[in-house]
């Protein structure tokens, strides 16, 4: 069983920068991918980006490519999804997701078996 928590979210303003933190328990992190997901209101929830189990792989969404960069560190047990050059769009409850049963559809929610309680994100103009 893994435990997920987000941190860093809040208010923002257009082209602001934000860093998302997401801690896990247990001492099996490094074997897990680890994903992030995002659901604005009204909306479905939808894949942000994702990282290998080794932090050597990455995929993003194309509507974040290039502004946002998730990483890892295993040592702290921690996922990172830090966002640049934030836009109205961009408005959501985040979530971090864990351990992909599929990292060939890391965007389908139903590979990945773990989330967090979400961490909202609102960037006003």
């Known amino acids: 069983q893994v435990q997920l928590a987000e941190s860093g979210g809040g208010v923002v303003q257009v082209g602001d920068s934000l860093r998302l933190s997401c801690a896990a328990s247990?001492?099996?992190?490094?074997?897990?991918?680890m994903g992030w997901f995002r659901q604005a209101a009204g909306m479905e929830r939808e894949f942000v980006a994702g990282?290998?189990?080794?932090?050597?792989?990455?995929k993003y969404a194309d509507s974040v490519n290039g502004r946002f960069t998730i990483s890892r560190d295993n040592a702290k047990n921690t996922v990172y999804l830090q966002m640049n050059s934030l836009k109205p769009e961009d408005t959501a409850i985040y979530y971090c997701?864990?351990?992909?049963?599929?990292?060939?559809?890391?965007?389908?929610?139903?590979?990945?078996?773990?989330w967090g309680q979400g961490a909202q994100v609102a960037v006003s103009s």
């Open positions: 990282i290998r189990w080794s932090g050597g792989n990455t």
């Open positions: 997701a864990a351990d992909s049963t599929n990292w060939r559809r890391p965007v389908d929610g139903s590979v990945w078996v773990y």
């Open positions: 247990g001492r099996t992190f490094g074997t897990y991918d």
